[in-house]
């Protein structure tokens, strides 16, 4: 193989991921749409969607309603298999701890993440639960793919969230 082909194939793998992490961020912003800290996730096989997902933690009143836990449940419907061995995930924030379990447990092959999460990451922040050699299984871990657009979603929203709790405090300090 030339080092032409190997460029190309690499610019290939950059698109393919650079759009897939678009399809993640629309569904980070279905999660904003709600209040949810925006988060979002898509699965693929063989180059198609077959799962997204996004936060719904305060609306489903549970810690299990993370963007990736949604998306792997979706996708092993489809796949009729609680392996997920020849899919890729897309995630705009790296998995917290339960989410990398889920993650390795369900044998995904790939993972690519936009922004990464130095306060709770287990994928290579605080811990790397998704590259460990003493698991059976080890993802093929991609970063900072559209890492300036999805960290800024974030940072946006905390802002305003801190913007509202802070106006929301204001009126009723008012109202005594």
Same mark, same amino acid.
């Given at each position: 193989m030339s080092i032409f082909h190997i460029h190309a194939r690499k /610019?290939?793998?950059?698109?393919? !991921?650079?759009?897939? =992490?678009?399809? +993640?961020?629309? /569904? #980070?912003?279905? #999660?904003?749409?709600?209040?949810e800290v925006p988060i979002g996730c898509v699965i693929t096989r063989n180059g198609?969607?077959? @799962?997204? &997902?996004?936060?719904?933690?305060n609306r489903s009143n549970t810690c299990f309603g993370h963007a990736?836990? +949604? #998306?792997?449940?979706i996708a092993n419907r489809? %796949?009729? !298999?609680?392996?997920?061995? !020849?899919?890729?995930?897309? %995630?705009?924030l790296e998995p917290c701890q339960m989410c990398a379990?889920?993650?390795?447990?369900s044998r995904i092959n790939k993972v690519v993440? &936009? @922004? =990464?999460?130095?306060k +709770? &990451?287990? #994928? &290579?922040?605080?811990?790397?639960?998704?590259? =460990?050699?003493?698991?059976n299984h080890q993802c093929i871990v991609t970063r900072g793919v559209l890492e300036e657009e999805c960290?800024?979603?974030?940072?946006?929203?905390?802002?305003?969230l801190r913007a509202y709790k802070k106006g929301k405090k204001c009126s009723s300090k008012q109202k005594d």
């Open positions: /610019e290939e793998n950059l698109n393919n !991921d650079s759009f897939f =992490m678009h399809e +993640a961020l629309k /569904e #980070a912003k279905k #999660a904003e749409k709600y209040m198609k969607i077959i @799962a997204r &997902g996004h936060n719904t933690r990736e836990i +949604a #998306a792997i449940r489809k %796949v009729k !298999d609680w392996r997920l061995e !020849d899919c890729t995930l897309y %995630v705009t379990g889920a993650i390795v447990q993440i &936009g @922004a =990464m999460n130095p +709770a &990451g287990c #994928a &290579g922040s605080i811990l790397n639960l998704l590259e =460990m050699s003493q698991f960290s800024s979603m974030l940072t946006s929203f905390f802002k305003k």
